[in-house]
């Protein structure tokens, strides 16, 4: 696969200069310590990314790998926990067998880990592999012969995804609904059990990274303005790559409805994921980036 160069990152994210600019003077501490790791590790180094729906993980990470690459001549590959969700039958499946929430994907137990899992160990061994991907507008994956197959060796594999790294919640805090969502069509609470259950199995995955970022929202309130962005950008994604015929993004109202679905893992994360994490981007409601911290043994 072919490293896209700062250019091609600028044009594929409709950003200018003044990104670059904005985006040296916060993550080029991050940059050199990932080197630095990477330089230090016996093979590929694991990045993980998490960060709630359009806080910027994924052109985070396609800067990171176009940095990484003119700036310390590594060679990174992104891959989305996005693109391991399971197909609508699939889930079809999963919502008759456990819970009708299950429909939509998203929460943990609507991905295929075990794919995840030998995907990430795959490139970690260097090892031919396909990567998956994910189509939104169908809400199905790409036909498999689409994926692109990769064969060379990386020496970074960046990881990202909205849950990447998020704890599974104590029992305790499952008792009482977070939402309307869970109110009304999770009342005994079966739906969010299960839902906690997969992530703490989405944790074999997760303990494969070495080094974690977090862009962090202010609030779950955020959540809402940043995916309806996030929706209006896939539909420009899709015309950019001609994919657009056939295909819909997503309502307000839409949008509105299913970020209820990840409103309780979003706030744990919050609070929770900080704590774990390498280097921590606090963001305002406008996705500036007005904190950094570090953990104290890279100060």
């Known amino acids: 696969m072919k490293t896209p160069t700062i250019k091609d990152f600028l044009y594929k994210n409709q950003l200018d200069e003044d990104y670059i600019k904005q985006a040296d003077k916060h993550f080029s501490r991050a940059l050199k ?5 990477q330089k230090g590790a016996k093979g590929a180094l694991v990045i993980g990314i998490n960060g709630c729906q359009g806080s910027g993980k994924s052109t985070l990470a396609q800067y990171l790998v176009a940095m990484l690459a003119e700036q310390y001549q590594l060679s990174a590959i992104t891959v989305s926990l996005d693109d391991f969700y399971y197909s609508k039958l699939q889930r079809a499946k999963l919502a008759r067998s ?12 609507t991905h295929d880990l ?9 490139l970690k061994q260097q090892q031919p592999t396909r990567i998956p991907r994910f189509d939104k507008s169908a809400d199905n994956p790409f036909p498999k012969p689409s994926w692109a197959i990769v064969s060379q060796a990386y020496d970074i594999i960046i990881l990202e995804g909205w849950c990447v790294a998020s704890p599974p919640q104590e029992s305790a805090m499952l008792s009482t609904p977070i939402n309307a969502l869970e109110e009304e069509q999770d009342k005994d609470g079966q739906h969010r059990q299960f839902v906690n259950q997969q992530l703490n199995q989405y ?15 202010p609030s779950f309130d955020a959540v809402f303005a940043w995916r309806l962005e996030q929706e209006q950008k896939l539909a420009k994604q899709y015309e950019i790559e001609g994919l657009h015929i056939g295909r819909a993004v ?3 109202q839409e949008v509105c ?29 406008d996705r ?6 570090y953990k104290a043994s890279n100060a």
């Open 250 to 252: 997503m309502s307000e």
């Open 203 to 217: 944790q074999t995955l997760f303990k494969q990274i070495d080094y974690l970022m977090m862009l962090k929202a």
């Open 98 to 109: 456990v819970h009708p929430l299950l429909t939509t994907r998203g929460v943990p137990g």
């Open 33 to 37: 310590e990932i080197a630095s790791h």
């Open 114 to 122: 075990n794919l995840a899992v030998k995907t990430i160990t795959a």
């Open 257 to 285: 409805n299913f970020i209820s679905f990840f409103e309780r893992i979003t706030t744990h994360s919050l609070e929770a994921v900080p704590a774990i994490s390498d280097v921590v981007y606090a963001l305002d409601s």
């Open 288 to 293: 500036n980036i007005t904190q950094i911290d």
